[in-house]
Every structure is written in C-alpha cells, then in structure tokens.
C-alpha cells in the first residue's frame, strides 16, 4: 500500500523539541490556515519580505474582539524608525493580505 505525499508529510518529525506555536505554525502551513498571531511572528520574514524585515520586528500582538490586531513593532536600529513610519501603510498592506481579510486593527512603533 503507498503512502500520499500528504501522509508522508505527517510523518516528519522534528530532531529538536518545538514550542507549541512552532507545531502549529507547521501544521498552519502544512493546511493552509493561516489565525494567529503566533504565525505571524513566526513567519514575518516571508510576510513582510527581506526589506522590512531587516529593519524591523513585531514586539507585540494583541488581538482585539473583532478579530483584528494591534500590532507593535520595533526598528532593529533606532533610526530606522521614522523610515518604518513611512512604510507603515505597506507594513499593513502585507500583514491583511496574510491573513486575507483587514487584520490590522493599529499599528504603532516602539523605539
């Protein structure tokens, strides 16, 4: 009997303990399902692409009632930071277009 790609994948098994949302995060991707915060941090490099990501990271998600998020990030450096607030636009661009609907609920800077 031959095994589906599908149920090979689930035959992977880490080498190393992973965080729980490390485990999701394999199994939001594997499925395509794509809710959490947890995600989002986790895979903000492929969201965001290689020129925001250089430059800045997410220090803090909440997530509101309505499903949406409050999203704060902070510069790598300090003075990147007036050059975030210009991208602030495309910063959300990005993260709704993850998420498929207008996640963003606020976004802010921290320094």
Known sequence: MSMSNHDKKLEVRAKHPQTIAGALGGLIRMFGVRASDADLVQRWNE?????????????????????????????????YALQLSYQADEIIKRINKYFGYNAVGKISFRK
């Open 47 to 79: 969201i965001m692409g290689a020129d925001i990501a250089m430059i800045a990271k997410p220090v803090a998600i909440k997530k509101n009632r309505d499903n949406t998020f409050n999203i704060v990030i902070r510069p790598t450096v300090p003075a």
